[in-house]
């Protein structure tokens, strides 16, 4: 049976750690029943809006 889910994910993200990283992210996922997929969408929800400032575009003006 499949979950149903208001907010559907369908990109998948794969990264590589070290073996450190890895047992650090299992022992995080323990201590807060969380999967790895859920620590790192909220590290990303924590992440971006502090280090993506939106782009500031030149205004066009033509070539002299």
Not at 18 to 40: F, P
Not at 45 to 57: A, D, K, L, M
Request: positive net charge.
């Amino acid at each position: 049976m499949f979950k149903h889910s208001d907010n559907p994910k369908y990109h998948i993200v794969s990264v590589r750690v070290s073996e450190e990283d890895h047992e650090n992210l299992n022992m995080l996922c323990r201590q807060s029943q969380k999967t790895i997929s859920d620590l790192m969408r909220e590290a990303l929800q924590i992440w971006i809006p502090v280090n993506c400032q939106p782009q500031r575009t030149k205004s066009w003006r033509p070539l002299k």
